[in-house]
């Protein structure tokens, strides 16, 4: 059974600290994709990034910055100079194959939720 | 283009009773996926659905079941509730038939409260 752990479950921060949210994942397969997805107060989860398990490559977008480890089954997200907009809940997941369909499914870690004061 | 669609917003039902949620996906989006989300079990999967058809489900009891119809449109009903219902539902749209490469875009949720 595939697994997301995100052990921080609430990290506060000041406005302009960098911050970086962990997740480790367990998958028996060699095929698999992470995402990170970012849930405002108004609920709406939004997507950020995916991964898929080949390309180890880690990524910038502005302020964010993923690095992922297959050595140490982890997906870590950093924000860096954070903003009180940053606040929100944030979600990894992985998705692989079920083993009675080989479809997919999302599989989401418990999340972190984000306190950046001004 | 506009984004997922769920209504409604808010429910409030009550022990027994049966309700049904409503998903509207992303234009061109065949893809239809619903989660549960409550603060003890965080987000699981519930199941998706493409072309009509079931394509995935979760570990869910019967009660839980779902729908789509041919403009990619989707309903999820849940009979009997249990105070345990008590969620938010979210439902998600991709692009193609599996979830497994594609972004899912999330509505907003319909929240359901079980007195």
């Known amino acids: 059974a595939q697994k997301v752990t995100q052990a921080q479950t609430e990290i506060s921060v000041v406005e302009k600290e960098d911050v970086t949210l962990d997740c480790v994942y367990e998958?028996?397969?060699?095929?698999?994709?992470l995402f990170w997805y970012k849930q405002p107060p108004s609920g709406e989860l939004v997507f950020l990034i995916r991964?898929?398990?080949?390309?180890?490559q880690n990524e910038i977008s502005g302020r964010y910055s993923w690095n992922f480890q297959k050595s140490t089954s982890s997906f870590n997200f950093t924000i860096t100079a954070s903003q009180v907009v940053d606040s929100a809940v944030y979600f990894c997941?992985?998705?692989?194959?079920?083993?009675?369909?080989?479809?997919?499914?999302?599989?989401f870690g418990s999340g972190t939720r984000l306190q950046v004061q001004p | 283009k506009a984004g997922v669609t769920q209504t409604p917003r808010y429910l409030i039902k009550t022990r027994g009773q049966q309700v049904t949620l409503s998903c509207s996906p992303i234009?061109?989006?065949?893809?239809v996926s619903w989660y549960q989300q409550t603060p003890g079990q965080g987000l699981q999967f519930l199941f998706e659905?493409?072309?009509?058809?079931?394509?995935n489900k979760g570990n869910f009891p019967g009660r839980f079941s779902g729908r789509q119809f041919s403009n990619s449109r989707s309903e999820m009903n849940v009979s009997t509730l249990e105070l345990g219902d008590s969620a938010l539902y979210l439902c998600?749209?991709?692009?193609?038939?599996?979830?497994?490469?594609?972004?899912?875009?999330f509505g907003p949720g319909t929240r359901l409260t079980v007195l």
């Open positions: 991964r898929n398990s080949f390309d180890e």
């Open positions: 659905y493409f072309s009509e058809t079931q394509r």
């Open positions: 234009s061109g989006h065949r893809s």
């Open positions: 998958t028996r397969d060699t095929t698999y994709y």
């Open positions: 997941a992985l998705s692989e194959a079920l083993k009675d369909t080989g479809r997919r499914a999302l599989t």
């Open positions: 998600a749209s991709s692009l193609e038939q599996s979830a497994r490469t594609d972004e899912q875009f």
